[in-house]
């Protein structure tokens, strides 16, 4: 085989490796921030670059915040938040497109030109994350030598950009249908333990739900623990009973 269809090979199979792994974490339920580490050193083991970064959209603020990387410049881990449209993660950002820059250091739209020349930064390619059009964040890869990035390298980026977004959207989304079954388990502890008080107190339900709320408060435990006290207490007399 000649070496140019050999490394093509290669690449083909390191980017179908790479996306099938990404494809896998989509399903796996793990936690938010273990899926970003992975997403980052994944982008960095298989674009071998200096440092791999993701930043997600704060929609309130309308900034971008670093959320991971594989970097251990300090630095560049507690570089600023970035607004909408400012910087070249900005304007990706912004208008959903991404840029490759051949060399920070002579780009002008680069907002952090000292940890650019501190951490010996050259080239970068930032690509946006989007799920149905709307920007979530932005995968940067940065190389510590001028490279002119492939349009197969840009191509699996932009590959592995998508389904990271995919990935971020559903890991999110089960966090909020966790959170609102917990909330609703929670209210019917706390109903229950409501009712129980307001028979054994012979008091009303929004009293009772009061002094529920007094002692959350007092004994600084959630009302839910409190509630649980009150319902394991009203068992225990009934077993006894």
């Known amino acids: ?17 790479v996306l099938s792994k990404v494809a896998n974490l989509i399903t796996s339920g793990m936690y938010l921030e273990e899926l970003l580490r992975l997403i980052v050193n994944v982008t960095a083991e298989i ?19 670093v959320r991971a990387t594989q ?27 991404a840029i490759v820059v051949p060399d920070l250091k002579k780009d002008p739209r680069y907002l952090n030109q000292d940890i ?13 994350m989007a799920v149905n059009g709307k920007v979530i964040g932005v995968l940067n890869c940065y190389t510590s030598k001028k490279h002119e990035f492939t349009k197969t390298e840009l191509n699996l980026l932009n590959a592995l950009a998508n389904q990271a977004a995919i990935a971020i959207e559903n890991a999110e989304l089960n966090l909020r249908a966790r959170s609102a079954e917990e909330a609703l388990t929670t209210r019917k502890v706390v109903e229950r333990a409501r009712d129980i008080l ?44």
Not at 7 to 15: G, M, T
Not at 47 to 65: Q, R
Not at 76 to 93: D, L, R
Request: charge should be positive.
């Open 116 to 128: 650019a020349r501190k951490e010996k930064l050259c080239s970068l390619a930032s690509i946006p």
């Open 71 to 97: 970097s251990i410049s300090e630095s560049y881990n507690k570089k600023p938040n970035i607004k909408m449209g400012t910087g070249i993660a900005g304007e990706v950002a912004l208008n959903n497109k």
């Open 47 to 65: 674009m071998n670059s200096k440092i791999s970064s993701l930043m997600l959209l704060d929609h309130e603020k309308k900034e971008l915040v």
């Open 198 to 241: 307001s028979q054994e107190a012979n008091i009303l339900p929004s009293e009772a739900y009061r002094l529920i709320q007094k002692q959350s408060m007092d004994s600084r435990k959630s009302m839910r623990e409190v509630a649980e006290a009150i319902i394991l207490a009203k068992d225990i007399k009934s077993k006894k009973y």
């Open 1 to 17: 085989m000649p070496r140019k269809n050999k490394d093509n090979y290669e690449i083909y199979v390191k980017q179908i490796e």
